[in-house]
């Protein structure tokens, strides 16, 4: 199973966007729409912040938002506060296999 | 409030076993897939396995088929998994998750170091 294609790392200031992408074919990101975005801080488990490309799930703030466009999916940030700084991986179903797929991770750190 | 407790990590011997358990609650637990995921030290999210709500659907990344099994008890509300042959790559924290093909929520994880 591979892993779908994230940047290493990305950075930004507070209160600007940003964006982190998500690319992988048309058996997984492309030809479905089981894309979701997970947040996980040093030390914890992953937390859910999109599904199903662009739903959020209760609770998770609206400066989160996703979209895809072909085979990359994408995660933007808005507003970027300080707790947003933390690791960021995406996942989606595939045909090529039995399980989900992830991304290998980005790290975003806030400056 | 829906929780999901892991035990049974620890340090094993190459080729050794060790059997993971995920304590459900807050939830109904037969109806819903279930879900181990890994992430090694310093790495990414790996999917290892998944089990429907009834066990008909079983699967496996391949990196563990045949080494790894996957099991749940609906009536103790209890997700397991039974690592044999142990290898230094699967050293890692394994993470229960409640979901399909999204994970809306995961246990806290338990570290498995396999080493000699």
């Known amino acids: 199973q591979s892993a779908l294609t994230q940047p290493a790392s990305v950075s930004g200031s507070p209160g600007q966007s940003i964006t982190i992408s998500c690319t992988g074919t048309s058996s997984d990101v492309g030809g479905y729409n089981y894309v979701s975005w997970y947040q996980q801080h040093p030390g914890k488990a992953p937390k859910l912040m999109i599904y199903e490309v662009s739903n959020r799930p209760s609770g998770v703030s609206n400066r989160f938002s996703g979209s895809k466009s072909g085979n990359t999916a994408s995660l933007t940030i808005s507003g970027l506060q300080a707790e947003d700084e933390a690791d960021y991986y995406c996942?989606?179903?595939?045909?090529?296999?039995?399980?989900?797929?992830f991304g290998g991770g980005t790290k975003l750190t806030v400056l | 409030e829906v929780q999901l407790v892991e035990s049974g990590g620890g340090l094993v011997k190459p080729g050794g076993s060790l059997r993971l358990s995920c304590a459900a609650s807050g939830f109904t637990f037969s109806s819903y897939s279930m879900n181990w995921v890994r992430q090694a030290p310093g790495k990414g999210l790996e999917w290892v396995s998944s089990i429907s709500s009834s066990s008909s659907y079983i699967y496996y990344a391949d990196s563990v088929k045949g080494r790894f099994t996957i099991s749940r008890d609906n009536a103790k509300n209890s997700l397991y998994l039974q690592m044999n042959s142990l290898r230094a790559e699967d050293t890692a924290v394994y993470y229960c998750a409640r979901g399909e093909w999204e994970l809306p929520y995961w246990g806290q994880g338990t570290l498995v170091t396999v080493s000699s």
């Open positions: 996942s989606s179903y595939t045909s090529s296999s039995t399980l989900g797929v």
